[in-house]
């Protein structure tokens, strides 16, 4: 039973579409979050969620918009991709937003040609 | 502000010793230790809340020395298992992380 699944594993896609990836944990936390690794390693913390309340917004593109429907749930909506989007987009979720441990996904790799 | 790890990389042989190294050039609360093998999510190994605390997980254990704004992990008597890309993160209301260091422990 996974305690934070991502959807879709793979995205390939052209420039210029919209992308989605979905997130979902069923560990009872109150705080989840958006990292993106780049082909560099970088994990840089994008967006976080404490009980669907947006808490840190990175600053991070327009064309990207997360969404919480409710605090098991975190999407994030990539409009008008561009090739430097390219990288692994891993979600995370954690008891809430303190000195928490944060519990990842295995990671949406989303390529863009 | 990025924590800065080093070394990058890291090459060791089985049952050899290795030191990974953390600072920050802000103060620091607490620092967390994740570790990421190839193709698959961070994992978490420590957390340190507070400074001179020290933590052992196996034989893998972290210092913090908050004076010095800086953590160290000790990794001693490599196993293969141990391969993988270690990452500090430090906390000012999220968690940032270090660049990475690259370990790999060879037969």
């Known amino acids: 039973d996974t305690a934070v699944s991502q959807t879709p594993k793979y995205l390939v896609t052209q420039m210029g579409n919209d992308k989605s990836i979905k997130c979902e944990q069923n560990?009872?936390?109150?705080?989840m979050y958006w990292y993106k690794q780049d082909s560099k390693k970088f994990l840089k913390i994008m967006f976080s969620?404490?009980?669907?309340?947006?808490?840190i917004n990175e600053t991070v593109p327009n064309r990207f918009s997360p969404k919480s429907p409710d605090k098991a749930h975190l999407n994030l909506h990539i409009n008008s991709l561009e090739l430097g989007d390219s990288a692994v987009y891993f979600c995370?979720?954690?008891?809430?937003?303190?000195?928490?441990?944060?519990?990842f996904g295995a990671g949406s790799r989303l390529t863009v040609l | 502000q990025q924590p800065v790890q080093s070394p990058q990389a890291v090459i060791l042989r089985e049952g050899e010793d290795a030191v990974i190294n953390c600072s920050s050039s802000?103060?620091?609360?607490?620092v967390h230790w994740y570790r990421q093998k190839h193709g698959e999510a961070p994992v978490f190994l420590m957390i340190?809340?507070?400074?001179?605390e020290q933590k052992g997980h196996d034989k893998i254990s972290a210092s913090f020395n908050e004076k010095k704004q800086q953590s160290s992990l000790y990794l001693t008597a490599s196993q293969l298992s141990y391969s993988g890309t270690y990452f500090c993160?430090?906390?000012?209301?999220?968690?940032?992380f270090g660049q990475g260091t690259e370990l790999s422990v060879k037969p």
């Open positions: 995370a979720s954690s008891r809430n937003s303190g000195a928490n441990v944060l519990t």
């Open positions: 340190l809340l507070k400074g001179g």
């Open positions: 802000k103060a620091l609360y607490s």
């Open positions: 560990l009872g936390h109150d705080t």
């Open positions: 993160g430090t906390e000012a209301g999220k968690l940032i």
């Open positions: 969620y404490n009980n669907k309340e947006l808490i």
